[in-house]
């Protein structure tokens, strides 16, 4: 039986892939605790949507969020844990690139920025879309502050999602009747 708690954490540290211990707040931990936040929204999406297409989508886009994350928790030097990693491909970029372009045919052309809300469905994905962006932001800066090893195909890969997730809000909206406000801004009396 595998425990839920091990108490090795207890002192504010935990191992990555291939046995190295770091603090809880290291930068990698920090990216992949991102990573796993998004998740768990898109799994809050997927539970409450009527929306059979997008929650096959999400489906498809949970696990390639665990092996981006797997490859954050692995240090270069974890050569055995390297070769078990499950591989980061372009094809799951264009995947997403594609599933963008099909939504978007359901959709009016934008014309100013949407303000997030209309249905439930929409705004939980406005909240994902922003955590998304987060979790893309502290992957970055844990590759790039921390030489922390950071695959390319994620970076695309989080950067496209972010999109993906903005279209789905939009066209759920739209599929249900939520009503999209548009965000212009204050002109200057004069």
């Known amino acids: 039986m ?18 190295d211990r770091v603090g809880k707040n290291d930068p990698r931990i920090e990216a992949y605790g991102s990573l796993d936040e998004l998740n768990a929204y898109l799994g809050w ?53 594609r599933s963008i372009d099909t939504l978007e045919t359901e959709l009016n052309p934008l014309t100013a920025f949407v303000l997030p809300g209309g249905t439930p469905e929409s705004a939980v994905l406005q909240v994902t879309r922003a955590v ?25 890969y989080l950067n496209r999602l972010s999109d993906l997730l903005f279209v789905m809000a939009r066209v759920v909206n739209r599929r249900q009747g939520g009503n999209e406000e548009l965000w212009t801004p204050e002109r200057p009396v004069r």
Do not use: C, M
């Not at 949507?49 to 797997?70: C, H, K, M, N, Y």
């Open 132 to 156: 998304a962006r987060r979790a893309e932001r502290a992957v970055v800066r844990a590759g790039r502050e921390h030489n922390v090893e950071v695959p390319a195909i994620g970076l695309a």
């Open 45 to 97: 999406f997927r539970s409450i949507t009527r929306e059979e297409d997008l929650a096959r989508l999400v489906l498809s886009i949970q696990p390639v969020l665990f092996d981006l994350g797997a490859h954050l928790a692995t240090p270069p030097e974890a050569e055995k844990a390297h070769r078990i990693l499950p591989p980061l491909e372009q094809s799951k970029v264009t995947e997403i690139e």
């Open 2 to 19: 595998v425990r839920i708690y091990t108490k090795t954490g207890d002192e504010g540290e935990t191992s990555l892939f291939g046995g």
